[in-house]
């Protein structure tokens, strides 16, 4: 049966009720699946120029039994409106501890980068969290890179920099995540203790096909913004070898993609030796 919109004025297509059921659906099984564990992480690794894995950044996934695989395209957003987000944080933050924690047993030094929302930044307990879990694991502070979006630190500009301020004195690291797509100034990025710029995959994809080469005049401008920040450059979304090779050439330090490797599950990088190269 054909449903109609609420008000006359607004006309929804039956295909804009099935994204909406399809959306009430996770909102509503997104606590059940953190309560359950259904939340797992993967490892991406993050390449230097010869190939050596330096760190991994760790990306969620959620195993439904009810929907199957659901990507955190789709559900990250809708954590975002809630708290959920932060419950989820917390369980990538626990699950990259622990791994970061079976890598040094085995000889490796490998930090991890995780994803931190907006939401999560400013929660007065942050700081907190972050260092007792930290503590609880026995991890060194620098082993872990928290990635930033643009956006993320304009929410609120002064509370983010103190925050990023108080957690650098112990040793957290930044990254820019998504960087050149969001609206930071480089007098403002000059204040906060970055060290390191990531460039989306918006632009690397770009790199040797567009035509006027637009994309490419960006991955230079972004390379010579960290250079003058004097913070490093990593590059995600590499799928090619023409890809690598220009930014490469142009003094990119560390590069992440399908060209090295998908996102794998832990068991998958457990052999990893210091001086494996990839791919
Ligand atoms: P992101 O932080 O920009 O992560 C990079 C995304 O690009 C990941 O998608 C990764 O699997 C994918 N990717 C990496 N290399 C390549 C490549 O060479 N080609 C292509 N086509 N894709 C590549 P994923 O895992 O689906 O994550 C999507 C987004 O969801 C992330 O974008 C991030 O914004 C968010 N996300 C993932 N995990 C977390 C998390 O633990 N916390 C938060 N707050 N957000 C997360
Ligand atoms: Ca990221
Ligand atoms: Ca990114
Ligand atoms: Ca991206």
């Given amino acids: 049966a054909k449903r109609s919109a609420p008000f006359g004025l607004c006309h929804i297509s039956e295909e804009g009720f099935k994204e909406f059921d399809r ?8 606590e059940q699946a953190i309560e359950h564990d259904e939340l797992s992480i993967v490892l991406q690794p993050q390449v230097t120029h010869d190939g050596t894995v330096s760190s991994f950044e760790a990306l969620v996934r959620w195993y439904s039994k009810e929907f199957g695989p659901v ?15 932060c419950e989820i944080g917390d369980i990538v933050l626990r699950k990259a501890l ?3 924690s079976s890598f040094m047993k085995n000889g490796l030094n490998t930090s991890i980068a995780i994803n931190i929302s907006a939401r999560q930044i400013v929660m007065p307990d942050f700081v907190n969290t972050l260092l007792s879990r930290v503590n609880q694991f026995g991890i060194p502070p620098n082993m872990l890179m928290l990635e930033l979006t643009e956006t993320a630190l304009v929410v ?24 050149g797509t969001g609206y930071s100034s480089l007098a403002y990025l000059k204040v906060l203790p970055i060290s390191e710029l990531k460039i989306d995959k918006y632009f690397v994809d770009d790199i040797g096909k ?16 960290a250079r003058a920040l004097n913070v490093s450059c990593i590059a995600e979304g590499v799928e090619s070898e023409e890809q690598l090779n220009y ?33």
């Fill in 247 to 279: 930014l490469k050439a142009k003094g990119c330090e560390k590069f992440q993609g399908y060209y090295f490797s998908r996102p794998e599950p832990q068991a998958h990088w457990e052999g990893l030796q210091k001086n494996t190269k990839l791919p």
């Fill in 98 to 100: 622990n791994v970061i």
């Fill in 23 to 30: 959306y009430l659906d996770i909102k509503s099984k997104l």
């Fill in 156 to 179: 609120d500009i002064e509370l983010v920099k103190e925050t990023m301020l108080e957690l650098a004195k112990f040793g957290f690291r930044f990254s820019i995540d998504d960087f």
């Fill in 71 to 85: 990507s955190p395209g789709e559900f990250i957003p809708i954590a975002e409106e809630s708290y959920a987000i």
């Fill in 210 to 225: 567009d035509s006027d080469g637009k994309a490419a005049q960006i991955v230079d401008a972004i390379i010579e913004m």
